[in-house]
């Protein structure tokens, strides 16, 4: 019989001591990376959970460096908000306090720093983060608002705003009287039954330049003071042919000016000869009243008020009146003077019934049962059947009993202007926040809705008109606004001004300036940070400091030191925020809420991260003090094990035989 020798290897005693030396293996390789395992199978059940955690850590890093980067974008942008405030506080300081003296170049000292502050101001305004134009909304390549220079001056063939306030100089009348016409006085009748006449009165209808007669209010005594009136409007002054004003008297003629203020002038009766500044002398012949004088008086007095108003305040006014035209881009649709059929004409009304029937006025075409028009996409219907509605979401007006007051209630209601819509001398202001895409129409199908359209103005001069198969449709005047005609001193209306005038803003132009740059911070949450240089609080701003800055005097006109000063107060309130309108900080409070979601957001990534970051730790990483400890374990056991095998492999069977045998 023969013996075979042991065999270790195969033996469970040998496999034991193999499983020993992989685990220290394994343990050594985990001790050296930190990680349980170099591959997916060796990390244990949990690794599906930890490959996913990987993936939700991956996002919040990218939503951490979007934060990151929209807070830098705000901050830049909170720091340039805050010095267009303090220059629009630095201007309106100077216009309010500094002297009126003209420098030689026909400036105030006041006018000549704006000039600087507006090249600080479109520096500010093209504000760059990274290749990022901050305040041109989504258009982020490009930048913000054109060069100072060409805004004042103009570039190439486009005007700029001093050529924009020049024209509309001219366009307010080159006579000194800003487009008002006053009559000699003219006597009629037979002596003693004579009466003395004569009127203030517009050149021309529903136009935007010059003195805008308001209102007339008179103590005169003998004297009939009547109006505005009529179309064009006018005031009418009749003196009977017995009876003089008594000193102290007064007559005052109310007066609109193109930039939406008022003045006025008050003329007081007096006997001192010669009468003082501000009124006109009591005629009398041989101790008798002498009417028909004292008319002349007056009249004389009134072309020098008038005179000095419209060489004054009115130029200021109207300089305010063209940086309007230049920079708004909340324009407004204006119809021309409505048609009156009447023996009598006299301009329409609010109160002017729409149907076209007789009364204080009229139109010459009205709307009839069942018409309709179309204003921004909507549909004013004009119905007796229907109860009528001025708001929304549907609107019906009765043609029988609705006024044009109704109308324009309705169309304001569509385009949600916070400027109501008005009537001056017959013509029709539509107000609209945005010009850009305002329209109103009548259907080819329906011709007494465009007649009546027609009556109340709006044809090709009150926009742009578009005749297509379904109908005409009228776009409100795009700004920039130029004077139109030739000679400007008799233009009566505004044209769109786009193709030859500087675009002062040249950002992207959204009716949400917020929402035209977004940021995704969080799953399912995204913050709006976008801004545009033409947004009102912005854009007022500006344009305040760029009129101050455009507008020159004559440095020896006798004039020139009131026209300044009238600037200057208009710059002044200009400057200062009015409640209803957007103030630069109503801007930085909605970065602020932007801010406030994105740290919220932050704080609860840096929650889930912390969690999620445990779970893979758990999950694929190992303690290296409870891997070394192991080793140790290992360590000692295999020493054993191989103690033992080297004893075993060391005996025989003779160890085990009797000696002798």
Do not use: H
Request: charged share 5%; net charge negative; glycine share 8%.
């Amino acid at each position: 019989m023969s013996i075979n020798s042991i065999g270790y290897s195969g033996s469970l005693f040998g496999q034991a001591v193999l499983n020993l030396n992989n685990q220290l293996t394994n343990l050594s390789t985990q001790l050296a990376t930190g990680q349980k395992s170099t591959t997916y199978a060796g990390m244990g059940i949990n690794e599906g959970f930890a490959v996913a955690a990987r993936s939700q850590l991956s996002n919040i890093s990218a939503f951490g460096d979007t934060i990151t980067n929209v807070n830098t974008i705000i901050g830049a942008a909170n720091t340039a908000l805050q010095s267009l405030t303090s220059i629009a506080t630095t201007v309106q300081g100077d216009a309010s306090t500094t002297s009126q003296d003209l420098n030689s170049t026909g400036q105030t000292i006041g006018q000549d720093n704006a000039r600087s502050q507006l090249i600080s101001m479109v520096g500010i305004l093209n504000t760059q983060v990274g290749n990022r134009y901050i305040f041109s909304g989504s258009a982020i390549n490009t930048p913000a608002v054109a060069s100072a220079d060409a805004i004042l001056n103009g570039s190439g063939t486009q005007a700029g705003l001093k050529q924009l306030i020049a024209e509309r100089a001219q366009a307010d009348g080159t006579t000194g009287l800003g487009r008002l016409l006053i009559s000699s006085p003219t006597t009629t009748g037979v002596a003693p039954a004579t009466t003395t006449s004569f009127s203030v009165s517009e050149d021309a209808a529903g136009s935007p330049f010059g003195l805008k007669l308001s209102s007339v209010s008179s103590t005169l005594t003998g004297a009939t003071v009547t109006g505005p009136s009529g179309s064009p409007a006018s005031v009418s002054f009749s003196f009977g042919s017995t009876t003089n004003p008594s000193p102290g008297d007064q007559v005052t003629v109310n007066f609109k000016l193109p930039d939406g203020t008022t003045s006025s002038v008050t003329l007081t009766a007096t006997t001192q000869n010669p009468p003082p500044t501000g009124s006109f002398l009591i005629a009398t012949t041989a101790g008798t009243p002498d009417p028909a004088t004292t008319a002349q008086n007056l009249n004389t007095a009134l072309n020098s008020a008038i005179g000095t108003l419209a060489n004054t305040t009115l130029v200021a006014a109207s300089a305010v009146a063209a940086g309007n035209d230049f920079f708004d881009p909340s324009s407004s649709a204006t119809g021309a003077v409505a048609k009156d059929q009447e023996a009598t004409p006299q301009p329409i009304t609010s109160a002017t019934l729409l149907s076209g029937a007789a009364g204080t006025a009229s139109l010459s075409s009205g709307f009839q049962n069942g018409d309709s028009i179309t204003v921004n996409g909507t549909s004013i219907s004009f119905s007796t059947s229907s109860p009528t509605s001025l708001s929304g979401p549907t609107y019906n007006i009765n043609p029988t009993t609705g006024t044009v007051g109704n109308l324009l209630s309705a169309i304001d209601s569509i385009t949600g202007t916070t400027t109501p819509s008005s009537i001056d001398g017959g013509a029709i202001t539509i107000n609209t926040p945005n010009a850009a895409n305002f329209s109103i129409s009548a259907s080819s199908s329906d011709p007494s809705a465009q007649s009546a359209l027609a009556a109340l103005g709006f044809s090709s001069g009150a926009g742009t008109a578009t005749t297509t198969a379904s109908g005409t449709a009228i776009s409100a005047i795009q700004p920039p606004l130029r004077v139109s005609g030739s000679p400007l001193s008799s233009a009566t209306s505004l044209v769109n001004g786009s193709a030859n005038t500087v675009a002062w803003y040249t950002g992207n132009n959204s009716p949400d300036p917020r929402a035209s740059s977004t940021a995704l911070v969080d799953s399912g949450i995204a913050v709006q940070y976008g801004m545009q240089a033409n947004e009102q609080a912005i854009r007022q701003q500006l344009e305040g400091v760029a009129v101050y800055a455009a507008m020159t005097e004559s440095p020896t006109a006798t004039n020139s030191p009131a026209q300044a000063a009238a600037l200057s107060s208009r710059i002044a309130t200009n400057l200062t925020s009015q409640p209803g309108q957007q103030q630069i900080s109503d801007i930085q409070t909605d970065l602020a809420n932007a801010q406030t979601t994105m740290q919220a957001a932050s704080a609860r990534q840096s929650q889930t991260q912390t969690q999620l970051q445990n779970m893979v730790d758990a999950t694929e990483n190992v303690s290296t003090e409870q891997v070394a400890s192991q080793i140790l374990a290992l360590q000692n056991a295999l020493s054993a094990s191989y103690q033992t095998t080297s004893i075993l492999s060391k005996l025989t069977l003779t160890n085990f035989l009797p000696a002798g045998g």
